[in-house]
């Protein structure tokens, strides 16, 4: 079993519809959970960081995190062709330097 | 704030010989971390550092790799003798606490 998982997709939404990309994790230790976009040929980007159970919201991104079921998710509202890229999410033991990075979920809205 | 700055952007070489590539961290940041990214093999944690220190180079698949940090802004990571099979992306990331920002990468094909 990976310590991070992600479906790999590839998933596709239509514009306007909301795409979900879901992450596990295995490390009940994990504190710190994040969101990275990667286009293609581009390097990853952090677009998402949360920390605590629940939601968080920025502007049509909402991460959302379930630590009991060591689960991850990232919403994106109101999708849009700039949005296909690829997603990774990657998790951090507090104990530890480094972060987990999962395989990405590649993502494909179309007009 | 520049960035995360790595270079070169393109290496192409040939086989046996020495690779070198540089990072230089976001100012301030001091954990550095060194990745490859393959189509095969996703994003791969090479080697990182906490204050110029090497703390897990589990990652690094031989002794060919090696990497040094001599100082809080400057890192290289050398490929010596370099193979076809370490064609990949390498990226450079740099942390303060937990979010890592990654560099534009470097593109090294060895032919």
């Known amino acids: 079993q990976k310590e991070v998982e992600q479906n790999s997709g590839p998933l596709s939404v239509p514009e306007g519809a909301i795409a979900s990309l879901n992450c596990t994790y295995s490390d009940r230790g994990s504190q710190s959970f994040f969101w990275y976009r990667q286009y293609s040929g581009k390097s990853p980007e952090l677009i998402m960081s949360i920390y605590s159970n629940g939601d968080k919201e920025d502007g049509r991104f909402t991460a959302q995190l379930n630590k009991a079921s060591q689960y991850v998710s990232l919403l994106i509202r109101d999708s849009q062709p700039s949005d296909s890229a690829t997603y990774l999410c990657?998790?951090?033991?507090?104990?530890?330097?480094?972060?987990?990075f999962g395989d990405g979920t590649t993502l494909t809205v179309k007009p | 704030d520049a960035g995360v700055i790595q270079s070169p952007r393109h290496e192409v070489t040939e086989m046996g010989q020495e690779v070198t590539l540089r990072c230089k961290p976001i100012?301030?940041?001091?954990?550095l971390f060194w990745y490859r990214q393959t189509m095969m093999r996703g994003l791969e944690l090479l080697i990182y550092?906490?204050?110029?220190?090497?703390?897990?180079d589990s990652g690094m698949p031989e002794d060919r790799f090696s990497a040094k940090m001599p100082n809080a802004s400057f890192s290289t990571l050398k490929i010596q003798p370099s193979e076809p099979r370490d064609s990949a992306v390498y990226f450079c990331?740099?942390?303060?606490?937990?979010?890592?920002?990654f560099g534009p990468g470097t593109r090294l094909t060895v032919t």
């Open positions: 990657a998790v951090k033991n507090t104990n530890a330097g480094k972060s987990t």
């Open positions: 990331a740099s942390s303060s606490h937990y979010e890592q920002y």
């Open positions: 550092f906490n204050n110029n220190v090497p703390i897990d």
């Open positions: 100012s301030g940041h001091n954990s």
